[in-house]
């Protein structure tokens, strides 16, 4: 089985939960008193995806204003980015918004981009709806999804999620732009699982 390396990293306003989801996804491990990122970290987790495997090379930044002329040293050269925001915070979801602008203006042309709604796990005081969230992740072609790093829900789900997403290559046309567009339409319409 083919194994593909797959940068992706993940952007989204401080305590957010971007090192949660990842320690979440990497580790099945969550911490209570994690503490923020510095810079950014890294750790790799290899997951089936059809004929072939995909090693996620995880870029987590971190989302502190100081840090944010670092973020394009992640997304450059990224096949997918995970936009996270917290449910519970308004003010997230619009700092979201700048990510996904950013990405549209700065980042590379086919990145798969994938929202993640964290904290689900405290619905009962959020602050962006789900229709809310579907609608702009539909309006600019994005994943979404709602997840809680604490309560293990949806995490996989979102790696899974972006796997289906990445156009598998084709070996017999060396993975030309044609030949993966095509496979990729394929795989969007039947929307098959890992
Ligand atoms: N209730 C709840 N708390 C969470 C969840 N995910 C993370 N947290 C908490 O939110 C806080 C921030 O989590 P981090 O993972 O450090 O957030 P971050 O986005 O990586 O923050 P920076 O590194 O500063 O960018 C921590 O106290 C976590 O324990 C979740 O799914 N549910």
């Given at each position: 089985m083919a194994i593909r390396e797959l940068k992706v990293?993940?952007?989204?306003?401080?305590g957010v939960g971007k090192?949660?989801?990842?320690?979440?996804f990497v580790q099945d491990h969550f911490d209570h008193n994690i503490s923020p990122t510095i810079g950014a970290?890294?750790?790799?987790?290899?997951i089936p995806c059809g004929n072939e495997l995909h090693k996620f090379l995880i870029w987590d930044t971190a989302g502190q204003e100081r840090f944010h002329s670092?973020?394009?040293m992640y997304y450059r050269g990224s096949a997918a980015a995970v936009i996270v925001y917290d449910i519970t915070k308004q003010d997230s979801f619009h700092t979201?918004?700048?990510w996904v602008k950013e990405l549209k203006e700065h980042g590379p042309e086919?990145?798969?981009?994938?929202?993640?709604?964290?904290?689900?796990?405290?619905?009962?005081i959020r602050e962006v709806t789900i229709k809310d969230a579907r609608e702009y992740a539909e309006s600019i072609g994005a994943l979404v999804v709602e997840t809680s790093a604490k309560n293990a829900i949806n995490v996989?789900?979102?790696?899974?999620?972006?796997?289906?997403r990445i156009p598998p290559l084709d070996p017999h046309e060396n993975g030309t732009n044609g030949a993966m567009k095509l496979r990729r339409q394929s795989i969007q319409s039947t929307n098959r699982c890992c």
């Open positions: 990293c993940l952007l989204g306003d401080t090192s949660s989801i990842v320690c979440r970290s890294f750790m790799t987790k290899t670092l973020a394009p979201l918004k700048k086919n990145i798969v981009m994938a929202i993640a709604g964290n904290k689900c796990d405290l619905s009962d996989e789900e979102l790696f899974q999620g972006i796997s289906r």
